[in-house]
């Protein structure tokens, strides 16, 4: 079977259960920053000065494509999503990331010294870079939820603290490369 399906060419895909949509559709807009958002996170994992980084954000990658998931599933075949099986964003999920953030904030001298400028180092700058389009994804979330869709508001909520903590990462990895 081929990548190219020749499906889309007229400006439509697919979502979960054979749905189609525009390609411009919000839902799709939102699965797609999610998407970038991913690939994003996969330069923070090659660029990672460490395991504690590369392991967190390989975690939360894997959970971005269960967040994927739930966003290319309409409404009406959301029975159907969790009957297959599929997992959803939860607030143990969320908490998880404000854990995270916390332990940075207690225990790590974190200086702020480069943040107003990404591009400290490689490091860094993917994690900014990432950051940005976490935010991007959250709006377009946003957006999809205020079309009268229902959404689980944990995948916002899970955004917005996914960029919370990607910034902060940056700022640690500054911190830390500065010490040589």
């Known amino acids: 079977m081929s ?7 007229k400006g439509t895909t ?3 259960y054979g749905r189609r949509v525009s390609k411009i559709h919000p839902r799709v807009e939102a699965c797609g920053a999610v998407d970038e958002l991913n690939a994003a996170l996969g330069l923070v994992r090659a660029a990672a ?7 967190t954000i390989f975690g939360i990658q894997t959970e971005l494509v269960t967040l994927m998931g739930e966003l290319a599933t ?3 075949d959301r029975e159907r999503f969790e009957r297959d099986g599929f997992g959803s964003i939860t607030g143990a999920m969320v908490d998880a990331l404000t854990a995270i953030i916390s332990d940075l904030e207690e225990n790590r001298k974190i200086s702020l010294k480069h943040w107003a400028t990404p591009g ?5 700058a993917t994690l900014d870079f990432a950051r940005t389009i976490c ?3 959250e709006r377009r979330v946003v957006e999809l939820s205020e079309t009268d869709t229902p959404v689980n508001p944990e995948i916002i909520r899970y955004l ?3 960029s919370d903590l990607c910034w902060l ?3 640690w990895v500054e911190t830390e490369s500065e010490k040589g």
Do not use: V
């Not at 990548?3 to 060419?9: E, L, R, S, W």
């Not at 000065?49 to 392991?55: H, R």
């Not at 400290?120 to 860094?124: D, L, R």
């Open 3 to 9: 990548i190219a399906t020749k499906t889309g060419d």
């Open 14 to 16: 697919t979502l979960m």
């Open 49 to 55: 000065p460490g395991k504690e980084i590369m392991d």
């Open 74 to 76: 309409e409404p009406a």
């Open 120 to 124: 400290y180092n490689t490091a860094s």
């Open 135 to 137: 935010r991007r994804a």
């Open 160 to 162: 917005n603290r996914l």
């Open 169 to 171: 990462y940056a700022r």
